[in-house]
C-alpha cells in the first residue's frame, strides 16, 4: 500500500453518470497531481495543484474537473466521458519545488472504465 | 516542445546480467531528471538528478546525469526477476519519457 490514498480502485460507469475520483495523501505535500495512464504508456500529466491552487492544465476536456478542497485532498469529478477516456487515473503529491521537480508520491490509481 | 526519450523501449535478459537503460532530453530551462519504476500500479521514486557527473546509488542501482550531452542512464547489476517493471523518467513538470519494459527471466 502506498501513501497516497485513492478511491474507488476501480470504476466503471456510463457516459451520461457523473462520478468522482479521490485521492488522499498525509504527509504534508502542498503539490498534488492528476495523471491518466493507457495501458503500455507512460502516465500523462493532467492537472496540478499547488498550494490547493491549480498551478497546471494540461489542456484537459472540460468533462474532467478538478477540485482541491484542502491540503490533503485532491478530487477529480467527471461528466460525459467518452470511451477513450477508459484508463488508469493516477493521482501523486510532492513538497512543491522550489526551481526543481520534487520526487512524485503516486497512489495505486483508479482503473476507469467507460461503457 | 520538450522531448524525453526513452531507450531501449523493450528489453529482455536473464538474471545476474546489468542492463543499462537511458534517456535523453530536449526541455527549456532543465531542472531535474527523475527515474521512477512501474510494476503493477503507482511508479515509485528511485533517484532524482540535477547535477552532471554525480553518481546516485541505491543498493545494485545506480544513476548519473550528463547535462552536457542532455541524458541520464540507469544501471541495474546483477538483475533478479523483481526487477522486472517498467523504468520512467521523466525530467521538468512532471513529463515522462516512454518507458523502458525490462523483463529478467530467471
Known amino acids: 500500500d502506498t501513501e497516497v490514498t485513492q478511491t474507488p480502485k476501480h470504476l466503471v460507469m456510463g457516459m451520461t453518470n457523473k462520478k468522482s475520483l479521490k485521492c488522499e495523501q498525509h504527509m504534508g505535500h502542498r503539490a498534488m497531481y492528476w495523471y491518466k495512464q493507457k495501458a503500455k504508456k507512460p502516465p500523462e500529466l493532467m492537472f496540478v495543484?499547488?498550494?490547493?491552487?491549480?498551478?497546471i492544465n494540461e489542456s484537459v476536456p472540460s468533462r474532467f474537473s478538478p477540485e482541491c478542497p484542502n491540503s490533503s485532498l485532491l478530487n477529480l469529478h467527471l461528466h460525459a466521458l467518452q470511451p477513450e477516456d477508459s484508463a488508469l487515473y493516477l493521482c501523486a503529491s510532492s513538497h512543491p519545488g522550489q526551481g526543481i521537480n520534487q520526487p512524485q508520491h503516486f497512489g495505486d490509481g483508479t482503473r476507469l472504465s467507460i461503457l | 516542445e520538450d522531448k524525453v526519450v526513452q531507450s531501449p523501449l523493450s528489453l529482455v535478459v536473464h538474471e545476474g546480467d546489468t542492463v543499462t537503460l537511458n534517456c535523453s532530453y530536449e526541455?527549456?530551462?532543465?531542472?531535474?531528471l527523475l527515474w521512477y519504476k512501474q510494476e503493477k500500479k503507482a511508479p515509485t521514486f528511485l533517484f532524482m538528478l540535477t547535477s552532471s557527473g554525480i553518481e546516485k546509488k541505491s543498493g545494485r542501482l545506480s544513476s548519473i546525469l550528463d547535462k552536457k550531452e542532455l541524458f541520464s542512464i540507469l544501471n541495474i547489476t546483477a538483475t533478479q526477476t523483481g526487477d522486472s517493471a517498467i523504468y520512467l523518467c521523466a525530467v521538468n513538470d512532471m513529463r515522462f519519457g516512454a518507458g523502458t519494459r525490462l523483463t529478467v527471466k530467471p
Open positions: 526541455v527549456t530551462n532543465f531542472r531535474s
Open positions: 495543484y499547488s498550494y490547493e491552487k491549480l498551478s
